[in-house]
């Protein structure tokens, strides 16, 4: 997986990709079914197996539920997930965002 990321990485400065397959669950929604809760970490475990630095972005709400962007960036780069994560939110202001209320 190093390898591949690697070899992605001679090619881009990041990789950017959904946090998670779904938009967040309501609080106590996925309790009592932890293959569902596992899943929806999926997307973010590669990051980790690999040693590499991530961050969740906020990028907008689904039927009044959050969703993230992540960004990746090569091993010690940091400086560039920083960067990117900085000029996604100042440009987007989804961070500044609350989510619609329903009753």
Known sequence: ??????????RVD???CPTTPAPAFRLGEKADDPLAMYLSDIFTTPA???????ISVPSGFSGGLP???QILAPRFREDTLF?????????????????????
């Open 48 to 54: 980790s197996l690999a040693g590499l630095p991530a």
């Open 83 to 103: 960067t990117i994560a900085a000029a996604y939110e100042r440009e987007t202001r989804f961070a500044e965002k609350a989510p619609p209320i329903s009753l």
């Open 1 to 10: 997986m190093s390898r591949d990321f690697d070899e992605a990485f001679r």
């Open 67 to 69: 969703l993230g962007l």
């Open 14 to 16: 990041a990789l950017i």
